[in-house]
C-alpha cells in the first residue's frame, strides 16, 4: 500500500494490533484466538505473519482457521517496513479489515522503533495503534530469569528476548496453567520490578484463561508514546546468527492410507531426540499436514524446548492417502544441523511407516543475516 493506492479516504482508520514474543510463545495461537474474537463482535480482521524464510506454519493455520492472511517472507517487519504497508494493502482491497493483526518474527525486536512508530508518523490517517503486546511461555520465563532450573539460550540470544520485553506495554504471561500459582506469582513480580513500565497479565491461549482482559485492552487503550529503547545491533544480529533456521515441504503419499497424526508426532521426536544429541536447544518446532482433497483440515505439532514433549494442536478424524507437510524449526544449533537432523527424520519415515514415501520437494536452512531497518524513529512525532 502507498500513497497513491490508499483505501477510500472515508473509511475510518483500522486498527492495528501487532503480537510479539520469542519463539515458541506461542503467539499464533493467542492471534487465532484474539481473530475469532473480533470477528464475533462483527468487526473484520487481516492477519499478517512474517518470517525470515518462506512457507510458515503460522499461515498455513491461520488460514486453515478461515482468516484472512497475508505472509511477508524474507526478514523481520522492521526490515521489511514497505511490504508490510503492502500487505496490508493487498488485505485491504480483499477484505477491508476493521484491524489487522500483525505477528513479527518470533527473534525480532525494536519493533516500536522501526514499526510502530514510522506507522504512527507516516500513515496516521489509516491506523490507529494498539499497545505492543509481547507473550512470554511461562516455563521457558522461569529460566530466563533464574526461578527454575532446566536448559537456557545463550546471553546473546537472551539479548533479543530480553529487549522483547523492555519495549513492551503489555506483557502477557502466556501457557499460565503450565505453572503453579506460587511460581506463576514469583514470575509476575520478577517482571514487574524488571519492566516497571509494562503491564503485567496472565493468560492461557489454549484454555482461554486471561484473553478477555487482554483483548479489551488491546481494543480499548492506544500505543502510549515514549522515547524507544536503545538497542546494540551488533549484539542483536549476534544473537540472530546464533539461531539456526529451517523451513521444509514434504510431499507424503502411501499405497494405501496412514495416520498423519501419530507420523507428524513421530517425525517431531525423531528431530528432538537427533538435535539433543548434538546439544542444540530447540526455540520452536513446529509442523502442520494438509492431506489431498482437504477443505482446510489439517493436523499440527508443536515443540517449544527441547527438553519438553511434542504436542498436537491439531488432528486429523479419519486417516489419509497423501498430502503436503510444512516444517518449520528454529533452533540455537548450525543451519547444517538442523539439516541432517531433519533429512534424516524424513529418510526415517518409510521404515516407521511402510508404504508411505517422503519426498522433500523444499528445503531451506540458513542463519538470519544482520537486521537493517527500513526506518528507526524514536519517537512518533
Known amino acids: 500500500m502507498n500513497k497513491s493506492s490508499s483505501p477510500d479516504p472515508v473509511a475510518p482508520p483500522a486498527r492495528y494490533i ?46 486453515a482457521r478461515g482468516f484472512a492472511t497475508e505472509e511477508i ?76 532450573e532446566g536448559r537456557a539460550f545463550s546471553e546473546k540470544v537472551l539479548y ?3 529487549k522483547q520485553l523492555e519495549e513492551a506495554d503489555l506483557i502477557v504471561i502466556n501457557k499460565s496453567d503450565t505453572i503453579t500459582a506460587p511460581d506463576l506469582a514469583r514470575l509476575r513480580e520478577t517482571l514487574a520490578r524488571e519492566y516497571p513500565h509494562a503491564e503485567i497479565l496472565v493468560a492461557s491461549a489454549r484454555s482461554g484463561d486471561g484473553l478477555d482482559a487482554w483483548f479489551a485492552r488491546l481494543l480499548a487503550q492506544d500505543q502510549v508514546a515514549r522515547r524507544a529503547m536503545e538497542v546494540d545491533y551488533e549484539i542483536y544480529a549476534d544473537g540472530e ?14 499405497d494405501g492410507e496412514f495416520d498423519a497424526n501419530a507420523l507428524l508426532e513421530h517425525l517431531a521426536r525423531d528431530v528432538q531426540a537427533r538435535l539433543d544429541a548434538t546439544g542444540g536447544e530447540i526455540a520452536h518446532l ?39 507437510l510444512i516444517l518449520n524449526l528454529r533452533a540455537e544449533a548450525a543451519p547444517e544441523t538442523l539439516k541432517a537432523a531433519v533429512e534424516a527424520a524424513v529418510a ?17 536452512h540458513f542463519r538470519p543475516g544482520k537486521p537493517q531497518p527500513t526506518h528507526r524513529l524514536l519517537s512518533p512525532a
Open 18 to 63: 501487532m503480537v510479539g514474543g520469542f519463539l515458541g510463545a506461542g503467539k499464533t495461537t493467542a492471534i487465532a484466538r484474539l481473530a475469532a474474537s473480533l470477528h464475533a463482535r462483527g468487526l473484520k480482521v487481516g492477519l499478517i505473519t512474517n518470517d525470515q524464510g518462506s512457507g510458515l506454519v503460522d499461515t498455513a493455520v491461520l488460514r
Open 73 to 148: 517472507p524474507g526478514g523481520c517487519f522492521c526490515c521489511r517496513f514497505n511490504s508490510l504497508v503492502d500487505a496490508a494493502g493487498k488485505l485491504t482491497a480483499a477484505t477491508r479489515p476493521d484491524v489487522f493483526i500483525a505477528e513479527p518474527v518470533g527473534s525480532c525486536t525494536d519493533l516500536v522503533a522501526t514499526v510502530t512508530y514510522p506507522l504512527r508518523r507516516i500513515y496516521a490517517d489509516r491506523f490507529t495503534i494498539a499497545p505492543l503486546s509481547v507473550l512470554l511461555d511461562a516455563q521457558r520465563a522461569q529460566r530466563v530469569f533464574g526461578l527454575a
Open 160 to 162: 533479543i528476548y530480553r
Open 241 to 254: 546468527a546464533l539461531l539456526g533456521w529451517l523451513n521444509a515441504t514434504v510431499q507424503l503419499a502411501a
Open 286 to 324: 513446529k509442523m502442520t499436514f494438509s492431506p489431498e482433497g482437504g477443505l482446510n483440515d489439517i493436523a499440527a505439532v508443536n515443540l517449544v524446548r527441547s527438553d519438553f514433549v511434542p504436542e498436537l494442536s491439531l488432528r486429523l478424524d479419519q486417516p489419509v492417502a497423501g498430502g503436503q
Open 348 to 364: 526415517g519415515l518409510g521404515p516407521r511407516f511402510p508404504g508411505v514415501r517422503a519426498k522433500l520437494d523444499h528445503l531451506e
